[in-house]
């Protein structure tokens, strides 16, 4: 699977070329050749935020043992492998020896981490796995010496640089690659245009590959930005901590280099398209523009499915389907590209024709007599395309008044001056149309109850037939935003709209009926792309049975989130819950209300009844003895925050294995699971509506 990653816009073009384009006003062609192209968390310990304590406790998990995996292409020899182990020892005692004042201590550490995964996971895929491992314990050792004599892990200058930060999800260092110009120099004040790369999907992507593909590389050819190559925790096509991951790395290289964020292109190829198609049009306020190369839009049609998911699931599509999107094209650049005998064409003309649909601009190319991969040509004027929309960079503030923007999730609800803050209807199309002329701004909304306006960016504003608002003195002029509702039994002649007043903007921020918002909207799977924390029982189970299936479980999630998100649980008893971890963290919790104290504590406050005998939710009954609900919901503890009860992820690991596009959440915000010999089947799901509210 071919990715473009080090390849930049000083390839050849061809004289030859023919256009696709989709028309809109102002749109200008883009042409493609017609030549044929060649623990920390491990149980009883408590998160300290300490890197040296981590990789005292990652040692001891290390030491375990070894899993196994299928396909190794070069496993390590007797010797290697000892030298191997001896060398991630050296490497875990010479961290624990640093002082925690050393500057950028996780550069160093992420050797000492990318190994330990890779022994842990047998991950021996690439031909060269064994030479890169032996020299990710020469580049760990190389970076120690350098903090040892108190200079920097990694020296950086012009060329390619892999460094890494210390996630907030779950305190784990996650590496990225940068790239920094021949003409970069340290100390300068000159802020620079970034491109933002995502990688396709491979079968030997860990921790030790991505450094042997950067680490130590020449900078891109001929380029006059600052590249951010991000890792995503893997082969997940960016999505849940996956996308986490590629704002975790951008806000780090921004502390670290002077970025201008009015310049910032997002691209990538295969799954790293299918990752710009999604990350492009659910956050386009965020570029410059967009390159998406070979990227699936959706799932039925890019895993052949015609009959369909069962409806929870289906309506699950929406988070990540980009296809849903396409309005939002309205508000960034976008190019395509697709190899003529690629069958991932399909998706590029797909949305190509969402674009027509729904008359916004889309630039296509088609690389004559290509597969999955660039022809030289294409390549040339796909990185031209994003190089000037990147030399011009996005408008600054107020920018844009004229907004087209669609989303089906308050996940996604930002674009430039606006916020949908509430939807009516969750997972149904919420869409803002406005128009500016002679300082007044005109706004017209679908599925949306509340919504923020910034309060520079017109004289006057009106919501659909709201009189207008004079911007500048709404709500006493003292809150850079300016807040309207729509209330279902609102003045008619307003169609429900008004403006929130000073204090009841306060209170609306506050959100102290905790309604749905962004951060706070479901489902499940969305409190594991935040700061999170297993809460285990410690007391007396109701039901042994039901005890043991969460203990199981939680090893389960533990299992999985290891080798597939590259990170470790951070666990904790019931009884040594704090109220540190209840204001930062969402609040796992695994077991029932007789063996978790917290979920005792909290149960009368969540949308369901469980006694020893029975559960109740949305109007049914269960018998407890072989039932047990999972949800998500505002934590009654802090209503900031989430709750969950005894899920993880609700991706399992046998579609961790399949296409990434299958990603998308199982379960919405609550189920009731039936528990047997053979594991736990939902016999019960439901979205809950905008007020966190189960309708019967």
Not at 47 to 70: D, N, Y
Not at 593 to 612: E, H
Request: hydrophobic content about 40%.
């Amino acid at each position: 699977m071919a990715s473009p990653i080090e390849l930049g816009a000083h390839l050849a073009p061809s004289p030859r070329q023919r256009s696709v384009q989709c028309p809109a006003a102002g749109a200008k062609k883009v042409r493609a050749t017609e030549r044929k192209g060649t623990a920390r968390s491990s149980p009883g310990h408590r998160p300290q935020g300490r890197l040296t304590g981590r990789i005292t406790v990652l040692l001891a998990v290390l030491s375990i043992g070894f899993l196994s995996s299928a396909a190794l292409a070069e496993k390590p020899n007797e010797i290697d492998r000892r030298t191997l182990d001896q060398g991630l020892a050296e490497l875990g005692s010479n961290l624990e020896g640093l002082p925690e004042t050393a500057k950028a201590k996780t550069d160093a550490a992420i050797c000492f981490k990318a190994l330990g995964w890779m022994l842990r996971h047998e991950e021996w895929a690439r031909k060269t796995a064994v030479r890169d491992a032996l020299n990710i314990i020469r580049i760990g050792n190389e970076r120690i010496k350098r903090l040892q004599a108190g200079e920097p892990a990694v020296p950086l200058k012009p060329g390619k640089h892999v460094l890494a930060y210390q996630s907030a999800v779950d305190e784990s260092l996650q590496p990225y690659a940068v790239s920094l110009p021949e003409g970069w120099r340290p100390g300068e004040s000159k802020r620079w245009p970034l491109h933002l790369v995502l990688h396709g999907r491979s079968n030997d992507m860990n921790e030790v590959s991505f450094f042997a593909s950067h680490d130590g590389k020449p900078p891109v050819k001929d380029s006059n930005w600052i590249q951010l190559d991000v890792y995503g925790r893997g082969n997940n096509a960016y999505r849940w901590v996956g996308e986490t991951d590629v704002f975790e790395a951008l806000a780090d290289v921004k502390k670290r280099f002077l970025i201008d964020e009015r310049r910032i292109a997002l691209w990538g190829f295969s799954m790293g398209g299918a990752g710009a198609w999604h990350l492009g049009l659910q956050h386009p306020d965020l570029w410059s523009s967009v390159g998406a190369g070979a990227g699936f839009v959706d799932f039925y049609d890019y895993q052949g499915i015609s009959e369909g998911l069962p409806e929870i699931q289906h309506t699950m599509l929406k988070i990540y389907d980009s296809k849903d999107y396409a309005l939002n094209l309205y508000n960034v650049p976008v190019i395509t590209y697709g190899g003529e005998f690629d069958k991932q064409l399909a998706a590029s003309l797909a949305m190509l024709d969402a674009a027509r649909s729904v008359e916004v601009p889309l630039s296509l190319l088609i690389g004559p007599g290509m597969g999955h991969k660039f022809d030289d040509a294409s390549l040339k004027t796909f990185m031209a395309f994003l190089t000037a929309h990147n030399e011009k960079g996005r408008p600054e503030f107020p920018g844009r008044r004229a907004l087209k923007f669609h989303t089906y999730t308050l996940k996604f609800n930002k674009c430039d001056w606006l916020r949908i803050e509430e939807q009516h209807e969750p997972y149904v199309d919420s869409e803002i149309n406005s128009t500016y002329a002679d300082g007044m701004l005109q706004v017209e909304t679908h599925n949306v109850r509340a919504l923020a306006v910034a309060r520079g960016v017109a004289d006057f504003v009106s919501i659909e037939v709201l009189p207008k608002v004079a911007l500048a003195e709404a709500a006493g002029g003292q809150l850079p935003d300016v807040y309207f509702v729509q209330e279902k039994n609102g003045q008619k002649e307003n169609n429900g709209w008004r403006m929130l007043s000073y204090d009841e903007s306060l209170a609306f921020i506050d959100n102290e009926h905790a309604h749905k918002r962004h951060g706070l909207q479901g489902p499940i799977d969305d409190a594991f792309t935040q700061p999170f924390l297993i809460v285990r029982g410690s007391g007396t189970p109701w039901n042994a049975n039901i005890d043991r299936w969460a203990h199981s479980e939680r090893n389960r999630v533990a299992t999985e989130w290891d080798q597939w998100f590259r990170g470790q649980l951070r666990v904790v008893d019931d009884s040594a819950l704090d109220e540190k971890d209840i204001s930062s963290r969402n609040l796992v919790l695994f077991g029932d209300p007789g063996s978790n104290a917290v979920i005792a504590k909290v149960i009368d406050n969540l949308p369901l009844k469980w006694t020893k005998e029975t559960i109740t939710i949305g109007g049914k009954m269960y018998p407890a003895g072989d039932h047990v609900p999972v949800l998500i919901f505002p934590n009654p503890l802090n209503p900031s925050k989430y709750v969950v009860l005894n899920s993880g992820p609700t991706v399992k690991a046998d579609e961790y294995r399949k296409s990434n596009a299958w990603f998308f959440p199982r379960l919405g915000d609550a189920a009731v699971l039936k528990v047997d010999a053979s594991g736990a089947t939902p016999v019960w799901s439901t979205i809950m509506n905008s007020d966190w509210e189960i309708e019967k």
